[in-house]
């Protein structure tokens, strides 16, 4: 199944034109550890963000909420079993520091 974390760019159109959404980067989740992660951290209240993730779906969130999103994965962090695991939440986490550096920028967490 997998949960891709996408970094885009939102690319201002003419007047009167809604922005268009340009993939930056992408952390993919073949082996769906980043999914399996969120699922045993869910709840409790330090992941609000996340445990808001939907695995069939998609979540967006804006540079705005950037800083919230990175104390969030910090406890997931806490929460990995593995090297491998730890490995891909550091991953996503330097998107997501990049979105909050760079107002232009929003983080998709993509399931399929």
């Not at 159109?13 to 769906?32: C, E, K, M, Y």
């Amino acid at each position: 199944m997998g949960l891709d974390v996408v970094l885009y760019r939102l690319v201002r159109g003419g007047p009167g034109r809604r922005p268009s959404s340009v993939a930056a980067q992408v952390v993919p989740d073949p082996d769906d550890l980043l999914l399996d992660l969120l699922k045993r951290g869910r709840g409790g209240g330090r992941t609000p963000t996340l445990d808001r993730v939907d695995p069939l779906g998609e979540l967006v969130v804006g540079a705005e909420r950037a800083p919230q999103l990175l104390t969030e994965l910090d406890c997931l962090v806490e929460a990995a079993r593995t090297p491998a695991e730890t490995a891909q939440v550091r991953r996503v986490a330097v998107l997501v520091r990049r979105c909050a550096h760079e107002r232009d920028l929003e983080i998709r967490f993509e399931g399929d």
